[in-house]
């Protein structure tokens, strides 16, 4: 198995982990909504709230086919699906992922709308310009080959349509601190600089680019989500799921990162023109 999907895949089991879990917390998985999956589902910095950034800046309608590229247990597809109404399809290196995904889905009433297949972000293997948007969220730290994730994008995007990606940057503070929730040391990850960013998308053909940075709002959402915890305790299902007891210690590195601005997190919009 590759080094990237290894990282992710977890003692095994994991839809049958994520279902006890929400059955020991009495949830009724027949009545669940997106939202309810949110601290399992929603893999990255903001969770919901940063994915329904993306939607916006999406711009799509009911009648849209839109690509998320590494899209982990499915969460930004079906957030999408519900909130705009479109199909989405996820591509993702973890096969255990994608089998959660699927699952997922049927769960929440989604799969008519999602559907998710083990591949890879920079070789999707899906026909040129055959989607209206792409979004990819907290993937390309993993990727060290940017070139070939964004060309990928421009390739299958049609012309006019929009690419957002949302990711974590290598700030001007230092090393990363590992572990991290994307990787257990720096031979799976690769940050890019703001630099770096604002360089290959434009020379990828994905031009109008806007930028957001919400490092300051990740700092806090860290600290408001601590907060939360000490004072209501855990939701009944969480990333540790996967990434089992190290995710404490990963959490905890994500704080002193943004702090120590080790690392930033920025939302990039374009338009392939
Ligand atoms: C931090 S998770 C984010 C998942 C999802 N985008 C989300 O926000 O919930 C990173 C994901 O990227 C996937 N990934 C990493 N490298 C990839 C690649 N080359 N192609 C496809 N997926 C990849 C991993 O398997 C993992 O699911």
């Given amino acids: 198995m590759n080094q990237v999907s290894a990282f992710y895949t977890g003692p095994g089991q994991l839809v049958e982990a994520i279902s006890s879990a929400l ?24 969770g919901r709230r940063a994915t329904l950034e993306i939607i916006e800046a999406l711009a799509v309608t009911a009648d849209s086919r839109v690509l998320d590229l590494g899209s982990g247990l499915g969460g930004p597809a079906r957030t999408l699906a519900e909130v705009a109404g479109c199909t989405v399809t996820g591509v993702d290196l973890t096969p255990e992922f994608c089998q959660a995904a699927a699952a997922l889905s049927e769960w929440t009433g989604l799969s008519g709308r999602t559907r998710f297949q083990v591949g890879d972000a920079t070789a999707t ?18 990727i060290p080959d940017k070139p070939a994730l964004y060309a990928e994008a421009f390739r299958v995007l049609r012309p006019g349509g929009r690419f957002v990606a949302y990711d974590v940057l290598q700030g001007e503070g230092g090393e990363v601190h590992y572990p991290v929730p994307w990787a257990a040391d720096s031979s799976t990850s690769f940050p890019a ?5 604002r360089r290959l998308l434009p020379s990828a053909g994905l031009d109008d680019m806007s930028e957001i940075d919400s ?6 959402w860290f600290q408001h989500m601590r907060a939360k915890i000490q004072r209501e305790g855990p939701p009944p299902v969480t990333f540790a799921a996967f990434l089992g007891d190290g995710f404490a210690q990963m959490a905890a590195n994500q704080v002193a990162n943004l702090a120590e601005r080790r690392i930033r997190t920025v939302m990039f919009v374009c338009t392939k023109t």
């Fill in 193 to 197: 600089t703001l630099e770096d960013v």
């Fill in 125 to 142: 293997g899906l026909p040129d310009e055959s989607v209206d948007a792409v979004m990819t969220v907290h993937v390309a730290m993993n």
């Fill in 23 to 46: 059955d020991a917390a009495g949830v009724d998985r027949t009545a669940l909504r997106p939202a309810d999956l949110a601290a399992v589902d929603e893999f990255h910095i903001r």
């Fill in 215 to 220: 490092s300051d709002e990740s700092l806090s």
